[in-house]
């Protein structure tokens, strides 16, 4: 009766044991979820401020002006564009360095 019960006893601790180690394995990988969600989320908040100035700077019209001038090459009712051509390419004719000297005696004698 008595080695029953150890046994019994030892089966008992033994499910117990290994019910702890699941729930803290469990456990552990929640809080890895919860820390990477919250990373994320915190990102996500600072892109949504960087986001939401942005649309508040497009809006100006200032911004919307330059947008108008620098993308779309427009003028305002009374200004007159003046376009420069630009300088005409020049050709430079390369002309290859001389050999020292030496260098020509050597080639007349040895080669």
Not at 75 to 85: G, R, T, V
Not at 86 to 92: D, F, H, N, T, Y
């Amino acid at each position: 009766m008595k080695l029953i019960k150890n046994v019994i006893f030892i089966f008992l601790l033994i499910f117990l044991f290994s019910s702890l180690l699941k729930n803290l394995f469990s456990y552990k990988s929640k809080l890895d979820f919860y820390e990477q969600f919250k990373q994320n989320f915190e990102k996500e908040q600072k892109r949504n401020v960087e986001l939401k100035t942005e649309v508040v700077k497009k809006r100006s019209t200032e911004e919307i002006e330059k947008t108008i001038r620098n993308d779309l090459n427009l003028l305002k009712d009374n200004e007159i564009a003046i376009i420069i051509p630009s300088p005409p390419a020049v050709s430079i004719s390369i002309t290859p360095t001389p050999l020292p000297n030496w260098r020509q005696w050597w080639e007349v004698y040895f080669e």
